[in-house]
């Protein structure tokens, strides 16, 4: 496996996207401190998983974000990618047979993080999973920071472990050892739980033995009760039917009297409306004539507002005449003073070249001494500064070319977004004039609208009148209609409340689980439960015996959402007594695999769960069903182990001619039929409840319709007034549309202005870019034949090392201070443009500003000229409100006429309509009186059903006592058996099918104890196999480990010898590692005794050794030789030339040495303060020229 690529984005200090390829053997990075190098280290570290923020050198993992400099924003993410090229060392699926692999990793400032690999999101133990056992955990020898060489050294025995642990391969298998443990304990938890349920299952057992006695003793009193408690009932039910008979025709004498009531107030009402249609005649003329008033009074204010808007219009008009001439007065300030920053910036710019130029001379100075001290190498050395010189000047070059042109792209972004606002203004502009117009319209369209709705006014008053009487006898077949469904309402309410109470209490559970769901309500459960399996399920009407034949007392297992909660919910109810108990945990219930029996119908069709417990249907797994016994018997034939058919009855076969047939159920009610009757009875009452909410609607409908009649009239006057004002309100709109239109106008022609601005500063930057493009090609092909010529001179410069190094000083200072005199005269002449580009659009803004002022003084002009024809018109419209005012109060006193004609009958009204109400209240009592019966007799339902489960008014006839009958005294009796009921006690109907069921639990559980210790024993089995396995190959691989270590250490110390020993009595699966040194010429009692440099000699000896015993894909050497002189830098990069034909090497160095030896170079720099930026310079091509 090797390393192709890493992608860095937003990483510590490389805020921009910076791709590094990893070439064959040796690559190093340089630069100077503090530019970034160890970053490249942290990336690679922190992509393999590295959780310690520390470990990274900062405090928060936070810290691993760009966070921003002076002139860049923080990054929101960190993003590291590393390809990976596999050969075959990675095995875990699915990507072993992939030839290539991306492991990913994101951080983002909110916390947030991802892992990916090939960009497919993943856990981090995936990805260790992946690199495990080769080389790479983020803990091993495979990356070595900086100042940490020696740490191998100054670690605990344990510590220095890992790296032959790694090298051994055994990191899998302590992995998977550490899993078996943690599975062992749970196993043994299991066992332990175990043993606890089934002592208390036993315990159950021998209790239900006892309250099966006590069952049928609570049967017989049970039917006594029955029996007794219907005839008192029904007694008392045909009572309250004969006093409801007497009411009932006391109330129809009491509606004819209301009926005759009824008539005279109809003809007192027919006289009052003739009234009030000549008054409404009357007031007809008012309105006309107060439209009129108001017509003339609008037309004034209309004028008047006018004359406002025009002065308003006026005043804003000088204003903005004001504020341009203040604008461009302004601006030719600017213009001044911008001359005056522009002559001083061109006296700099004179000065900095003249600066340059003196830098030049002192170059050419510097290469005249270099020339003198080369003498007989004069060509060679003249050849190799030439190169060099001329490559870090196009390399210069080409950087500052990049970085012009990048801020060449992100001015041409900002350019093209202001252009993209001004488009979108401008189209906003044009959308408020195109919208003026369309509101111009509108307003026309309503006013003609407000006119015909006048005219409507009248003619609706009229239908309004005609619809009151409609309405009267509509209200009265509505309120009988209305007790009707109020009666029926009653009656199925009390059904379905006492059904719902007897499914709601559980009675037909056990005790134990009535108890637990108590507990659960009270808040007491350790784990939240989600109902019973019966609760939950909805079985098609008719199939209910079929599915109680088959989960028989699963129906009562109580629901809980995981395996989890179900041991923590045994725990609980072991601790509290509550007996044996069905759980059915959902996540764990899964399907069993079984087909439906053939010939059968798969059992599970007839089942709808509800949502969120489709689970469920599992549990009829390998069950069918048949239309009949014959046909069930036949598909019997052919079940297979866990199948089982059963047919309506309850009749079931469980194995090939054996099953349970016969009439008639083992015991209880059928809690899934009770269920759907349930539903039934609800889908039954929600239908009556609309039925009496519709007739109550209906009603109320009626009586809100003649109250709206009434109210109508008094409506139209108001509505008209108002319809007026809003016409008023319209006219204004418009006049404020024009002027906006108008402003529209203005600002287009700004915008107009801007935009030309913006397209020539667009060809100003295009015409730039394309020639840094030119020169940027150039300097691409000859950064070429620069590299190409520096090969051809490698050779004569390694002669001559030491006078070129002196001169390369010399001359290296010079050129600097000509680079930076270069970058102060490039500045010089970027302010000087600017300057200048503001003072032309500073000049083109003063021209607009004077067309725009002209503009504004006309507009002001003609506003004026406005004014004064208003004021002219407004005379003759007092003379019109004068004339309509005298018409309006002739018309008022012939209204006062009208309304004394109508107050006369509103009385006689009056008092017919408290005759009306005193009939009514007396038939109102008697429908109260007649209620209360009702509600008593239906109380005596309602309790028969809840106590006996039957409808009362269809079957009382049936129940009714023979002969004479005391009620008082069956009640007494009645109490007495209850009293002998309830000194029973608590009593479990269930006992015998709850005792068999527990049984049938036992003899699961105790398979289950048995299934645990079998697996606790193969676990056992598999540890020891484990260490068998990891002891000796460690073993191994740290006899191989000394036999490398004692060559490679003799090699980088030049004799002596070095060992790791296994700490003394521990076992080597956990023992440390000691690493004993002998140098030539010295006597050591520890470790503590050695030098920095031979600690990191050392370190760098074991390291050796273990690539030599097994080497990583790659290897990232963080300043290694920063310790090491000149002399064991040598050996140290001997043997690293050598491990780099095995492994891939990256080295982060200072040493020329190093430098000289690595085929691929990559350098880092800051441009920008605050942000690396990687470079490449490849140095194979070179070499090969040479040679």
């Not at 280290?41 to 691993?64: K, N, T, Y």
């Not at 012009?404 to 093209?416: S, V």
């Not at 891939?1144 to 430098?1155: A, C, K, P, V, Y």
């Amino acid at each position: 496996m090797k390393v192709r690529r890493l992608d860095i984005i937003g990483f510590k200090s490389f805020a921009d996207r910076t791709i590094m390829d990893f070439p064959e053997g040796l690559c190093a990075v340089v630069g100077p401190n503090g530019c970034g190098k160890s970053n490249v280290v942290d990336a690679v570290r922190w992509a393999l998983g590295e959780q310690s923020a520390r470990q990274l050198r900062g405090q928060s993992m936070e810290d691993v974000i760009f966070n921003g400099s002076g002139g860049r924003k923080p990054a929101g993410l960190a993003e590291v990618n590393v390809v990976f090229e596999n050969d075959g060392s990675i095995t875990a699926e699915p990507y072993a047979g992939l030839s290539e692999i991306m492991v990913t990793r994101r951080l983002y400032r909110n916390g947030d993080s991802e892992y990916r690999i090939n960009k497919m999101p993943c856990r981090l133990k995936d990805i260790q999973q992946v690199l495990m056992d080769t080389g790479l955990g983020n803990r091993a020898y495979a990356i070595i920071e900086q100042g940490r060489v020696a740490a191998f050294i100054d670690a605990k025995p344990i510590e220095r472990r890992l790296w032959v642990e790694e090298a051994a391969g055994i990191t899998r298998f302590k992995n998977q050892k550490k899993i078996s443990l943690r599975k062992m304990e749970g196993t043994k938890d299991n066992l332990s739980r175990l043993d606890d349920i089934l002592l208390e299952v036993s315990t159950q057992m021998e209790r239900l033995k006892r309250q099966a006695k006590k069952a049928q003793a609570h049967k017989t009193l049970r039917e006594q009760i029955r029996e007794l408690d219907l005839n008192a009932s029904s007694f008392e039910y045909r009572q309250y039917n004969q006093e409801i008979s007497q009411v009932r025709a006391e109330a129809d004498a009491a509606g004819t009297s209301l009926e005759l009531a009824n008539q005279r107030l109809a003809g007192l009402e027919t006289d009052l409306e003739t009234a009030r249609l000549e008054l409404m005649e009357a007031e007809e003329e008012i309105r006309d004539s107060g439209a009129r008033r108001l017509e003339a009074q609008g037309a004034i204010q209309k004028a008047e507002n006018e004359l406002i808007l025009l002065g308003r219009e006026a005043e804003n008009l000088k204003r903005q005449a004001a504020r341009l001439e203040e604008e461009r007065v302004e601006l030719k300030r600017g213009l001044v003073s911008n001359q005056d920053e522009l002559n001083r910036a061109r006296r700099l710019l004179a000065e900095a070249e003249g600066r340059s130029r003196q830098s030049d001379l002192a170059v050419g100075e510097a290469s005249q001494e270099v020339a003198r001290c080369q003498n007989s190498l004069n060509a060679a050395e003249e050849a190799v500064d030439l190169a060099k010189g001329e490559l870090v000047d196009a390399m210069s070059r080409l950087s500052q070319i990049k970085n012009r042109q990048g801020d060449l792209e992100r001015r041409r972004q900002e350019l093209e977004r202001r252009r993209q606002q001004q488009d979108e203004q401008r189209r906003q502009m044009m959308e408020q004039e195109a919208v003026a117009g369309q509101n111009l319209e509108q307003v026309r369209g309503e006013v003609e609208s407000l006119r015909m709705a006048q005219e409507e006014t009248a003619q609706g008053l009229a239908q309004a009148q005609a619809r009151l009487k409609e309405l009267g006898e509509e209200l009265s077949a509505l309120r009988r209609e209305e007790t009707e469904a109020t009666r029926r309402r009653h009656q199925m309410d009390a059904s379905v409340s006492a059904l719902a109470l007897s499914l709601d209490s559980h009675q037909w559970a056990g005790a134990g689980v009535r108890k637990l769901l108590k507990a659960d309500q009270a808040g007491e459960l350790p784990v939240p439960l989600k109902g019973m399996v019966a609760d939950r399920l909805n079985v098609e009407p008719g199939r209910e015996d079929l599915v109680e034949s088959v989960l028989g007392p699963d129906l009562q297992a109580v629901i809980v959402q995981s395996g989890q909660d179900a041991l923590n919910l045994a725990a609980w109810s072991g601790e509290k007594g509550l007996g044996r108990l069905r759980v059915v945990a959902l996540d764990d219930l899964a399907s069993q695999g079984q087909q439906t029996p053939s010939g059968a119908q798969a059992l599970s069709g007839v089942v709808r769960p509800e949502a969120g417990y489709e689970a469920l249907t599992h549990l009829l797994a390998g069950a069918g069903w048949c239309p009949d016994l014959e046909a069930a018997w036949r598909a019997g034939r052919t079940l297979a182990p866990g199948q089982v058919v059963v047919s309506p009855g309850g009749q079931r076969l469980d194995k090939p001619g054996l099953g349970t047939v016969g009439a008639g159920k083992d015991g209880g009610e059928s809690i899934l039929a009770r269920r759907n009757e349930l539903q039934t009875k609800r889908e039954e009452l929600a239908k009556a409840e609309q039925t009496e909410q519709a007739a109550a609607h209906k009603r109320r409908a009626a009586e809100a319709a003649m109250a709206e009649a009434e109210q109508e009239r008094d409506s139209l006057s108001e509505e008209q007034q108002f319809r007026q004002q809003e016409l008023t309100q319209r006219e204004r709109d418009l006049a404020r549309a024009e002027q906006e239109n108008q402003g529209a106008q203005r600002r287009l022609q700004a915008l107009d202005f801007e935009n030309e601005e913006t397209e020539s500063e667009f060809a100003h930057l295009r015409q730039e870019m394309t020639t840094l493009a030119q020169e940027g090609g150039e300097l691409q092909g000859r950064d070429q034949e620069l590299e190409e010529e520096l090969g051809q001179s490698r050779a004569m410069l390694q002669e001559a090392r030491q006078a070129l190094e002196e001169a390369r000083h010399l001359e290296g200072e010079a050129k600097l201070a000509a680079a930076s005199l270069g970058s102060q005269t490039q500045q010089a002449q970027r302010e000087a443009q600017r300057l200048q580009q503001e003072m032309d659009r500073a000049s083109a803004r003063v021209l607009a500003l004077g067309r725009e002022l002209e503009q504004t003084q006309d507009q002001l002009k003609i506003c004026e000229e406005r004014r004064g024809k208003e004021q002219e018109g407004l005379g003759g419209l007092y003379t019109e409100l004068d004339r309509q005012e005298s018409s309006l109060k002739m018309a008022q006193e012939v209204l006062g006429h009208a309304q004394g004609r109508t107050a006369q009958l509103e009385g006689e009204l009056k008092r017919a309509r408290a005759e009306l109400k005193q009939a009514e209240s007396a038939g109102q009592e008697l429908a109260w009186k007649l209620r209360e019966l009702e509600l008593k007799r239906e109380q005596v339902a309602e309790q028969t059903m809840e106590r006996c489960r039957l409808e009362l008014a269809a079957h009382y006839k049936e129940h009714l006592p023979e002969g004479a009958f005391d009620l008082e005294s069956s009640k007494r009796k009645l109490d007495k058996l209850r009293t002998r009921l309830n000194r029973l006690g608590p009593v479990n109907l269930e006992a015998i099918s709850e005792h068999a069921a527990l049984s049938e639990r036992h003899e699961f559980l105790t398979t289950q104890k048995a299934d645990l210790e079998a697996s606790l024993e193969d676990l056992r089995s598999a540890i020891r196999k484990i260490n068998r396995t990891t002891r000796g190959r460690f073993l191994e691989t740290l006899e191989l480990v000394n036999q490398r270590l004692d060559g490679v250490f003799k090699v980088l110390f030049g004799g002596g010898k070095a060992q790791l020993t296994l700490e003394e009595g521990t076992d080597p699966l956990d023992a440390g590692l000691h690493l004993m040194v002998e140098l030539p010429g010295k006597k050591l009692k520890n470790l503590d005794g050695l030098s920095g440099g031979e600690k990191a000699m050392s370190a760098v000896a074991v390291l050796f050794a273990l690539f030599l015993i097994r080497p990583a894909p790659f290897c990232i050497l963080d300043e290694v030789d920063a310790p090491l002189d000149e002399a064991n830098n040598g050996r140290f990069l001997d043997l690293l030339q050598q491990l780099s034909r095995r492994s891939q090497i990256l080295m982060i160095t200072h040493s020329r040495s190093s430098m000289e030896l690595v085929n691929t170079l990559y350098g880092v720099t800051m441009e920008h303060k605050g942000v690396s930026k990687l470079l490449r310079v490849s140095l194979e091509q070179g070499e090969s020229l040479a040679a």
